[in-house]
């Protein structure tokens, strides 16, 4: 099993900066890819990025492509996401993930969650 806790969140402007940490404790986080969701009031869960094992692939969706960047030290046991030029609309809050799939897309291929952080985003 692994622990997440993720922490970074709060509140900024749009336009404005901040950076997600997800600490990873337990086995083996470097055999796990990790994936960054969030989730709106009243919307579902979504998948904005993830990072391979590896640390070799990324997948972005579209809406934050060029804007957010996720990346992964696995000798720290973390993965980050850093986020530019937010918008109103990244108002969410944000969790990270951890799935045993090697590109995973779904979200029922994540089976560990952190407890997720608050982002908001004022216009």
């Known amino acids: 099993q692994v622990q997440l806790v993720e922490s970074g969140g709060g509140l900024v402007q749009a336009g404005e900066s901040l950076r997600l940490s997800c600490a990873a404790s337990g086995r083996a986080f470097s055999s796990y890819a990790m994936g960054w969701f969030r989730q709106a009031p009243g919307k579902e869960r979504e998948l904005i990025a993830l990072?391979?094992?590896?640390?070799?692939?990324?997948y972005y969706k579209d809406s934050v492509k060029g804007r957010f960047t996720i990346s992964r030290d696995n000798a720290k046991n973390t993965v980050l996401l850093q986020m530019n030029s937010l918008k109103p609309e990244d108002t969410a809050v944000y969790y990270c993930?951890?799935?045993?799939?090697?590109?995973?897309?779904?979200?029922?291929?994540?089976?560990?969650w952190g407890q997720g952080t608050q982002v908001t985003v004022s216009s």
């Open positions: 993930a951890a799935s045993e799939s090697y590109y995973p897309l779904a979200l029922d291929e994540y089976h560990y």
């Open positions: 990072i391979t094992y590896t640390g070799n692939s990324a």
